[in-house]
């Protein structure tokens, strides 16, 4: 998986951050959390430690895409 570097820099420039959250305490099942300058979102989708990190380079990008295209 290749990163999206330019979307990740543009969204934290502007306050956007995305992660992972444990859902277990043993953090074998997460959710993707969106931080927004402060107003945090969960969302609904479960994911495992290997499959979430494509998930966030994924909504960063089009979180970058819509952006580029208004």
Do not use: D
Not at 4 to 27: D, E, F
């Amino acid at each position: 998986m290749t990163l999206n570097v330019n979307a990740m820099r543009w969204c934290w420039s502007n306050g956007i951050k995305i992660y992972p959250h444990p859902i277990l305490s043993n953090g074998t099942v997460l959710k993707v959390m969106i931080n927004n300058n402060g107003n945090e979102r969960l969302g609904n989708e479960r994911f495992t430690p290997k499959t979430i990190y494509k998930k966030i380079n994924e909504l960063y990008t089009e979180l970058y895409n819509n952006h580029k295209n208004q």
